[in-house]
């Protein structure tokens, strides 16, 4: 995702997280307009992580993504 986004004019990726844990603290250090977050991380879900975000920076508008392949669980 950072690679692709990356490539795009006008865009900036200011960061990334392995997994929700942190995500709250790096999106309040980072204040970015946009977060894009897996809903299946690994630890946190994505969705709890969207709730921590939420509570400390109401701000950012959140983009919610998951991809799957046939072979998945």
Known sequence: ???LL???EGYTVCGDFENCE???QIVDELQP???IMDI???GVDGIEGLRCIK???PNPSILMHTW????YR
């Open 1 to 3: 995702m950072k690679i």
């Open 22 to 24: 942190n995500a709250a």
């Open 68 to 71: 799957l392949d046939a072979t």
């Open 6 to 8: 990356s490539g795009i």
């Open 33 to 35: 307009n946009v977060v």
């Open 55 to 57: 509570e400390r920076r």
């Open 40 to 42: 299946d991380m690994h």
